[in-house]
């Protein structure tokens, strides 16, 4: 199974950079993550696949364990991809969080797209350790 993370806006190089591509590279034998941006979010909800996870700070609080286990149910149930969608400055509006298949939140705060990238990678990095038993997750 392979993961996409999804966003809206230009791909920059910036300070979290070095660090998401450190963990799409150690994804790469666990979960395999991809990061794709889209000029727009009509052009992101286009290329997104399902399930769809759209990230919003309205959504679900998640543990790390929980999302490795909703990560372990999609693989159980045979999917091939599951993407994760980051909106523009003004997030997603109703139509698209109720077209999700799941709604899931990173904070109540509002966070700069790049630091989302950033946490996300690194979150799918941790339940793909978890999944395998890693260290990595204490």
Known sequence: MRLRLL????????YCSPQIAEYLKRSRTLLPIELLTYRDEA????AASRPRVVLDER????????????LDEQRQASRTTV??????????????RRDADLVL???????????????????LYRAGTILAGHPYHR
């Open 83 to 96: 993407d994760f969608l980051v909106g523009a400055a003004d997030g997603f509006g109703d139509a698209t």
């Open 105 to 123: 939140g990173l904070s109540r705060l509002t966070l700069p797209h790049r630091l989302v990238h950033l946490i996300v990678a690194e979150q």
């Open 59 to 70: 959504g679900h609080q998640w543990t790390s364990e929980r999302l490795a286990r909703y």
């Open 43 to 46: 052009a992101m909800l286009r």
């Open 7 to 14: 966003a809206v806006g230009r791909r920059r190089d910036d």
